[in-house]
T-cell receptor, first 112, second 113 residues
Framework: DTEVTQTPKHLVMGMTNKKSLKCEQHMGHRAMYWYKQKAKKPPELMFVYSYEKLSINESVPSRFSPECPNSSLLNLHLHALQPEDSALYLC???????????FGPGTRLLVL | AQSVAQPEDQVNVAEGNPLTVKCTYSVSGNPYLFWYVQYPNRGLQFLLKYITGDNLVKGSYGFEAEFNKSQTSFHLKKPSALVSDSALYFCAVNKAAGNKLTFGGGTRVLVKP
C-alpha cells in the first residue's frame, strides 16, 4: 500500500473552473513531485519541491500553480485549464537526490 | 542528457513462462536505475533499483533485474509469469542533479493463461 495519498480520485472541471489537487505523504520525505501522465505514456515531470521550496518547474503553463504548505502536503491549483490538460496527475515523494520516488494513486482529471 | 529506451511496446508471454522486459539507458557516469509497474488507472509501484554493487538486483513480487554496464542495459526478469503480472512496466534512470527521473516509453506485458 502506498504511503502517498491523493485526493480526489477523479475530477471533472470546466475550462473556467478553479480546482485543487491534494497530495499527502507520511514517510517524512523531503522531496515531493507532481507528474502528468497521458494514456499509455510515461509520466512527465511538472514540478519538484525540496524542503518545501520549489526547485524545479519544467516550463509548466501558469494555469497550473503548485503549493507546498508543509513537508507533508503538496497541492496543485488548477485554473482555466484546456481539454488537452486532461490526464492522470501523479504525486510522488522521496528522500531527495537520487533516491527512490514513491508514487500516489493519482487523480484522473477530465477538462470539458 | 540522460535517456532510457524500452524497445518493445508489448510483450506477450504464457503463464508460467519466463518474462523479460528490456531496457537500455544512456547516461554519463554511474546511473541509478529503477523499474516501476503500473496497473490500469493506478499510480506507479516501485519494483526495484540498481545503485551499485551486485549486478543482479532482486525486487518485489519475484521480479529481478540484471545490470549490464558494457551493454548499458537493465532488463527486468521474472522466472515464472503470472496472469496478475499483466500491466505497464516503466524503466527509469536518475543521474542528473535536481531529482529528475527520466522514464522509458513503457512496455505493456500481457500474460495469457
Amino acid at each position: 500500500d502506498t504511503e502517498v495519498t491523493q485526493t480526489p480520485k477523479h475530477l471533472v472541471m470546466g475550462m473556467t473552473n478553479k480546482k485543487s489537487l491534494k497530495c499527502e505523504q507520511h514517510m517524512g520525505h523531503r522531496a515531493m513531485y507532481w507528474y502528468k501522465q497521458k494514456a499509455k505514456k510515461p509520466p512527465e515531470l511538472m514540478f519538484v519541491y525540496s524542503y518545501e521550496k520549489l526547485s524545479i518547474n519544467e516550463s509548466v503553463p501558469s494555469r497550473f500553480s503548485p503549493e507546498c504548505p508543509n513537508s507533508s502536503l503538496l497541492n496543485l491549483h488548477l485554473h482555466a485549464l484546456q481539454p488537452e490538460d486532461s490526464a492522470l496527475y501523479l504525486c510522488a515523494a522521496s528522500r531527495g537526490g537520487l533516491e527512490t520516488q514513491y508514487f500516489g494513486p493519482g487523480t484522473r482529471l477530465l477538462v470539458l | 542528457a540522460q535517456s532510457v529506451a524500452q524497445p518493445e511496446d508489448q510483450v506477450n508471454v504464457a503463464e508460467g513462462n519466463p518474462l523479460t522486459v528490456k531496457c537500455t539507458y544512456s547516461v554519463s557516469g554511474n546511473p541509478y536505475l529503477f523499474w516501476y509497474v503500473q496497473y490500469p488507472n493506478r499510480g506507479l509501484q516501485f519494483l526495484l533499483k540498481y545503485i551499485t554493487g551486485d549486478n543482479l538486483v532482486k525486487g518485489s513480487y519475484g521480479f529481478e533485474a540484471e545490470f549490464n554496464k558494457s551493454q548499458t542495459s537493465f532488463h527486468l526478469k521474472k522466472p515464472s509469469a503470472l496472469v496478475s503480472d499483466s500491466a505497464l512496466y516503466f524503466c527509469a534512470v536518475n543521474k542528473a542533479a535536481g531529482n529528475k527521473l527520466t522514464f522509458g516509453g513503457g512496455t505493456r506485458v500481457l500474460v495469457k493463461p
